[in-house]
């Protein structure tokens, strides 16, 4: 009886390994172009940025300005969309504040938390919440344009909390 059991219980196994689903990656770059750099996917939802498009400016007196377009890409069941969209971040010169992201009319301070905090946020509140609190997006957008404007990662040392 006891052989009679590992023989169905085999076949189940292997019937499972053959039909398991097959996930892609989302792709690095946009069609391959390594002008558009993925910045954020999750979902059906992935955003690109466009590094041939980032600008910079430091004029103002205390802080830095730098913008780029980026590819909103939404992929569905009934066809794909994309919209070009174009974000603007500030920054401190003197690097003593979190950057900001100009989003609906006011500057947005993008924090910085750790893996931790982070965790306990999507467990306290849903990991919707935490998008929109932690503005993830435009933060892992404002580090690649950043890096792509300067040479090197924006300096990360200060440590925010979640409040």
């Known amino acids: 009886m006891n052989k009679l059991l590992r023989y169905p219980f085999l076949l189940v196994i292997l019937s499972l390994i053959s039909m398991s689903v097959h996930v892609e990656a989302t792709p690095q770059y ?3 172009n390594p002008n558009y750099r993925l910045s954020y996917a999750h979902a059906n939802y992935c955003e690109y940025v466009d590094l041939i498009s ?9 802080y830095e ?13 009934t066809g794909d ?6 974000r603007t971040f500030r920054f401190r010169k003197n690097r003593t504040q979190p950057p900001q992201v100009y989003e609906n009319g006011e500057w947005i301070t993008l924090q910085s938390y750790s ?9 306290q509140y849903g990991y919707t919440e935490y998008i929109e609190h932690y ?3 435009a933060r892992s957008m ?14 990360s040392d200060q440590k925010e909390t979640i409040q």
């Open 81 to 86: 969309t994309s919209t070009y969209q174009t």
């Open 135 to 137: 503005h993830l997006y």
């Open 65 to 77: 300005t730098c913008s780029s377009g980026y590819i909103a890409y939404t992929m569905d069941i």
């Open 54 to 62: 980032c600008t910079y400016n430091d004029e103002d007196e205390t």
């Open 115 to 123: 893996e931790s905090e982070g965790q306990r946020y999507i467990e």
């Open 142 to 155: 404002f580090n690649i344009v950043y890096e792509q404007i300067s040479g090197m990662p924006y300096p």
């Open 30 to 32: 946009l069609d391959n």
